[in-house]
Nanobody
Framework: QVQLVESGGGLVQFGGSLRLSCAAS????????IGWYRQAPGKQRELVAG???????DYADSVKGRFTISRDNAKKTVYLQMNSLKPEDTAVYYC????????WGQGTQVTVSS
């Protein structure tokens, strides 16, 4: 059974930083396109950042210049470095792997205080 284990969430002040990690137990991690999503209370889940198999990245306009997604295929881990955090970044963050099949992590809470 595939598991995605997220970590790194927590409470941070406005302007602070956090680094999220998502470790996957898939066989060939490099085959997957990966995204970080977030869902705030009362809102739909939205794509925050994505990274292709080749390492190309894309970001939601709301996080461009502040967030960086990266992957380490040897460690089967994807990261989301979040800088200059704002209260509106408060949400549960999920990693998502998509290939021939797809998997979601359990989510990690990020709370930014003003």
């Amino acid at each position: 059974q595939v598991q995605l284990v997220e970590s790194g969430g927590g409470l941070v002040q406005f302007g602070g930083s956090l680094r999220l990690s998502c470790a996957a137990s898939v066989t060939v991690f490099s085959r997957y396109v990966i995204g970080w999503y977030r869902q705030a209370p009362g809102k739909q889940r939205e794509l925050v950042a994505g990274i292709t198999r080749g390492g190309s990245t894309d970001y939601a306009d709301s996080v461009k210049g502040r967030f960086t997604i990266s992957r380490d295929n040897a460690k089967k881990t994807v990261y989301l470095q979040m800088n200059s955090l704002k209260p509106e970044d408060t949400a549960v963050y999920y990693c998502h792997l998509r290939g021939n099949d797809a998997f979601w992590g359990q989510g990690t809470q990020v709370t930014v205080s003003s």
